[in-house]
């Protein structure tokens, strides 16, 4: 399997840490591919119309995406306990936690757009100012709902410290620790897995 990825993407790094919980990283060969919202990179385009990572081409030539969808197709391929719970509240907690990491994510990279690509003069700071309240009302969920994201990996926590370590790789001056202890302290003992450690987003 081929699986398209930024380094510094957290919605690849998901799969990536998903590939490696489960014991298929040695399967997957991870392609470094240059996305761009505002230019098209066409070997993705062959296999993602979206052209965004990750994108995972399986050994028939097929493909799959988004992260969600890939992430619970590489559980479904292992024997192992699985990151998505099979059923009842455990799965639905997971599933919320995950959809909830991809919002906070949606709203960072959002806005990192606005700042980055978009002519300083014609940034929208009000827009900006409602898509970092997003995340930072997300943030306090995690931190109410800590508890959540205690014991065994599942699709949940691995979104969460996925988020937590973008949140810090772009927006270091945004420090959200200072108000959410447990979730610092969580995520400081998740952040240690191998898992999460291997795949460190870099610039």
Known sequence: ????????????????????????????EEVVAAVSPVKANAEVSRANPLMKVPTLVLDDGSSLFDSPVICE???????????FPPAGESRWTALKLQALGD?????????????VLRPKELQWADWMKGQREKWHAGLDFLERNVATLAGEPTIGSITAGCVLGWLDFRYGDDDWRPSRPALARWYEAFSARESMRATAPVA
């Open 1 to 28: 399997m081929k699986l398209y990825i930024s380094p510094q993407s957290p919605f690849a790094r998901k799969a990536r840490v998903v590939a490696r919980e489960t014991g298929l990283a040695a399967r997957i």
């Open 73 to 83: 197709y590489l559980d479904s391929l292992h024997a192992g306990r699985k990151l």
């Open 103 to 115: 919002g906070i994510l949606d709203a960072g990279i959002l806005t990192r757009y606005e700042t």
